[in-house]
């Protein structure tokens, strides 16, 4: 029944049907089992994980009590010591239970030291460290012998770490007699060729008189041998140095001492082997002590150690580094201990760890760290953002990081609220376009109008990367940032920006708007991006000039590729009709029609054929005019006919406005018109009569193309923009302060369309007495800016009006001696 019982147990433990819910009072089920470690215990060693659906993973030690009663008492003192003695170099227990066929002991995920192959030399010093230091907690602190030290008894953690097992012989110095390692050492596979000489004499007196953990010296000897040279298969093989380093051989030896009052003890030798030069004295070793007491260190402690973390880093073993290192230096960040260097070293072990990895043990933390209200350590989240962001899931920063970062916006320290601007760029790619556009554009915008002008200037370069996102540099979720917001949202703050009075945001507005030229609405580029964008043409600061001129430029090609495709015009095509519908209305609108078609096409070829803006503007004025006056002159009256018959100037073509004349007296300036007197006027004292012209003055004359009577700068002066260097010296400067005014008539319907609705007459006409009319003379309702413009045309053409200073003498740089705008009594 005995072997029958066995074979079951063995048969169910293979399949995992021990273990779960059929195991009273043990919480974790019963996996594989790990057959290479059979024979080198009394336990059988299996996979296993906790059975409330977190699927913890656990090392599961199970005995078969049918192998006898001296197994199950050895197997039954290591149960209860496992549950007494906690150290951190003890392997953490978890759970246990026994049943009437079985013990069952549950601790931490384990490999037994003799299965581990891929022993790191710095992690055999620091293993070997642990070992000494858990003995010396052992049998000094506790003052018990654990007396059974193998490469079978102390197990690996996942980081590498060496953990102290195999309690089943553990007991007190001294005692009635019935301590365990006095009666069961023979139930321990191998233990023979280990044993220590005053075990094997069973000088029993000599260990209680001896010291504390000298026993367990002769132990640590055999462990470092086994260490180093392989398992022990007789103790001969203990006097062999083998590859045991020659460092730790004298203290080798001294630990093999057969004389157990002169052996050294686990203590001695951690202090021995700990000295500078000694073989535990190692930068990994030390830094592995400092963050297991880092709690208890001080301050400066704490900075220097953190200064050199990250260099160090790079040469721990990677399994100690991801499973020691960086839940020590999360531990510290959690509690406020850390800064942004222990934040370095954290990133710089999460780049070695693949997907599976870093989502299980970085992206928690991340998340828990930006839960935070530590200003400090947000600060440095933010610097170190692009480190560990692109590994974190699009879906854990859209849900569980940006709801925190956010909050960095409105933070009341500057600090954090620049950090978070700069960080946007890399939680942007990680964001759906919903979130970038609804959430993440408002708040930069809201910072346009921070109060710290450097948080101003980085938020504008910022959304301008993202206004900008390219593939490959910058990519976005569904194109990124939709019109919607570029429109609505982007462009008003933009705007708002140019009138900033910190020129660096102004400089960052326009660059921001050069590069975005491309996306602007050309309505709006022309009615209020340009109007906005001139005045900074002219800023007080070099740099904003010229970003204003390239911004410029790009706006106006932007506009000017918009209006290529846009159409001749937006008239629409006058509709065919029969030719017995047609009627005087309908002939005088066709008229209509054609003159404007015809006035039109005359100014478009003004515009075509003019060199600069100056140019096409006269070209263009003196065009339109000289139709005006020539519909004029075709339509006048008899009385006009009449006036016209007598002056040679009149008798011109009408299709070209009347060149002005030269006075023959004073010093005037040269291609204005003199003055002459209205006809019908009574105070023919107060005027000057027209003389002819001389030979040179029509000759001058004559060189002027554009019919304005002007110099050949385009505005008809000798060196300054409006064509008069001295105003003292010139015809007007002599005119009397009273000028004669004309009799106030009617406008007829022909001059109320001539020239747009400017009154003028159709051609000049020398002093009269004859009486005044309605055609001679005529004026018009004051009209807008634009139609004063006009005014030099205008008084050329209109021989009647009286002679007044106009835009000719005016100057433009300098302090004009009249009113800088046209009299109204000329519209």
């Known amino acids: 029944m005995s072997g029958l019982s066995s074979y079951l147990f063995s048969t169910l433990s293979k399949v995992g049907g021990i273990g779960g819910g059929g195991i009273p009072d043990f919480h974790y089920t019963v996996g594989e089992r790990i057959d290479a470690y059979s024979g080198q215990s009394i336990w059988q060693l299996h996979q296993g994980q906790k059975s409330d659906g977190t699927k913890q993973e656990a090392s599961i030690f199970v005995f078969d009590k049918a192998r006898g009663g001296s197994f199950t008492s050895v197997a039954q003192n290591a149960l209860k010591r496992m549950r007494t003695l906690r150290h951190p170099g003890i392997v953490r227990y978890l759970d246990g239970a026994e049943t009437a066929d079985a013990i069952y002991m549950a601790t931490e995920p384990v490999t037994p030291l003799c299965l581990d192959t891929d022993a790191d030399d710095e992690l055999r010093r620091w293993g070997l460290y642990k070992i000494a230091e858990t003995l010396k907690f052992v049998t000094e602190d506790c003052k018990m012998v654990h007396a059974n030290l193998s490469t079978a008894s102390v197990f690996v953690t996942k980081a590498g770490e060496w953990r102290l097992g195999g309690l089943e012989l553990v007991d007190a110095l001294s005692g009635d007699g019935h301590q365990a390692y006095r009666h069961y050492t023979s139930v321990i596979p191998g233990y023979a060729a280990r044993m220590a000489p005053e075990f094997e004499t069973q000088k029993w007196d000599a260990v209680e008189a001896g010291k504390p953990g000298a026993v367990d010296g002769w132990s640590l000897a055999c462990l470092i041998n086994e260490v180093f040279n392989g398992s022990l298969k007789s103790a001969a093989q203990l006097g062999t140095q083998g590859k045991i380093p020659p460092s730790l051989w004298p203290l080798y030896q001294r630990l093999h001492q057969s004389d157990i009052r002169r052996r050294m003890t686990p203590g001695d030798f951690l202090q021995t082997a700990s000295r500078p030069g000694a073989y535990l004295d190692s930068e990994f070793v030390h830094a592995s002590l400092f963050l297991e007491n880092i709690a208890v260190k001080e301050q400066d402690e704490k900075s220097e150690f953190f200064a050199g973390l990250h260099s160090l880093i790079g040469g721990f073993p990677h399994t100690f580094a991801k499973y020691k290192i960086l839940p020590e230096l999360l531990k510290i960040m959690e509690f406020g201990g850390g800064d942004a260097k222990v934040l370095s070293g954290i990133i710089h072990i999460g780049k070695e760890l693949d997907e599976a990895d870093y989502a299980e043990l970085i992206v928690p933390a991340i998340v828990q760290l930006f839960g935070s209200n530590d200003r400090a350590l947000r600060f440095s989240l933010l610097e170190h953002m692009d480190s560990f962001i692109p590994s974190v899931p699009a879906g854990v920063v859209g849900k569980q990081v940006f709801p925190n970062f956010s909050t960095g916006y409105l933070d009341a320290a500057p600090a954090i609220r620049e950090a978070t601007v700069k960080a946007s760029l890399v939680v942007a790619p990680k964001l759906a376009s919903k979130t970038l556009n609804s959430d993440m554009i408002r708040q930069l915008v809201r910072l346009v109008g921070d109060p710290e002008p450097g948080i101003r200037t980085n938020t504008l370069i910022c959304i301008g990367k993202l206004c900008t996102a390219k593939e490959g540099v910058l990519e976005l979720d569904g194109g990124g940032v939709n019109e919607n917001s570029h429109r609505y949202i982007i462009c008003p703050a933009i705007l708002h920006a140019l009138r900033d009075s910190f020129p660096p945001v102004r400089s960052a507005a326009l660059a921001v708007a050069s590069a975005c030229a491309s996306r602007w609405d050309p309505a709006e580029i022309a009615r209020r991006v340009?109007?906005?964008?001139?005045?900074?043409?002219?800023?007080?600061?070099?740099?904003?000039?010229?970003?204003?001129?390239?911004?410029?430029?790009?706006?106006?090609t932007r506009v000017e590729a918009h209006s290529q495709g846009m159409p001749a015009t937006v008239a629409p095509p006058p509709a065919p009709k029969a030719q017995g519908d047609a009627s005087p209305g309908a002939a005088s609108a066709a008229a209509a029609a054609a003159g404007r078609a015809q006035a039109a096409d005359m100014a478009a070829a003004s515009m075509a054929a003019a060199s600069g803006w100056g140019g096409w503007a006269v070209s263009s004025l003196s065009s339109t005019l000289s139709g005006a006056i020539s519909l004029a002159a075709s339509s006048a009256s008899s009385t006009i006919a009449a006036a016209a018959s007598q002056s040679p100037s009149a008798a011109s073509d009408p299709g070209q406005p009347p060149k002005p004349q030269q006075s023959s007296g004073g010093t005037g300036a040269p291609g204005i018109a003199s003055p002459v007197s209205l006809p019908g006027?009574?105070?023919?004292?107060?005027?000057?009569?027209?003389?002819?012209?001389?030979?040179?003055?029509?000759?001058?004359?004559?060189?002027?193309?554009?019919?304005?009577?002007?110099?050949?700068?385009?505005?008809?002066?000798?060196?300054?923009?409006?064509?008069?260097?001295?105003d003292e010296d010139d015809s007007w400067a002599k005119e009397p302060a009273t000028a004669p005014k004309a009799s106030a008539k009617p406008l007829s319907s022909l001059n109320a369309r001539a020239s747009g609705g400017m009154a003028m007459a159709s051609a000049k006409s020398p002093v009269s007495s004859r009486p005044t009319t309605a055609s001679s003379v005529t004026r018009s309702a004051p009209k807008p800016a634009a139609a004063k413009m006009l005014a030099p045309a205008a008084q050329t053409a209109a021989a009647a009006a009286p002679r007044r200073k106009g835009l000719g003498a005016m100057k433009l740089g300098g302090a004009a001696k009249k009113p800088a705008i046209l009299d109204e009594e000329f519209f």
């Open 681 to 726: 006027s009574t105070h023919a004292s107060s005027v000057r009569s027209t003389q002819p012209a001389s030979a040179d003055a029509r000759a001058e004359q004559a060189k002027d193309a554009s019919g304005w009577g002007f110099d050949d700068d385009g505005w008809g002066g000798d060196n300054d923009g409006w064509g008069v260097d001295d």
């Open 530 to 556: 340009i109007p906005t964008l001139s005045p900074l043409l002219i800023d007080g600061e070099k740099p904003v000039r010229a970003a204003a001129l390239r911004a410029l430029q790009a706006m106006i």
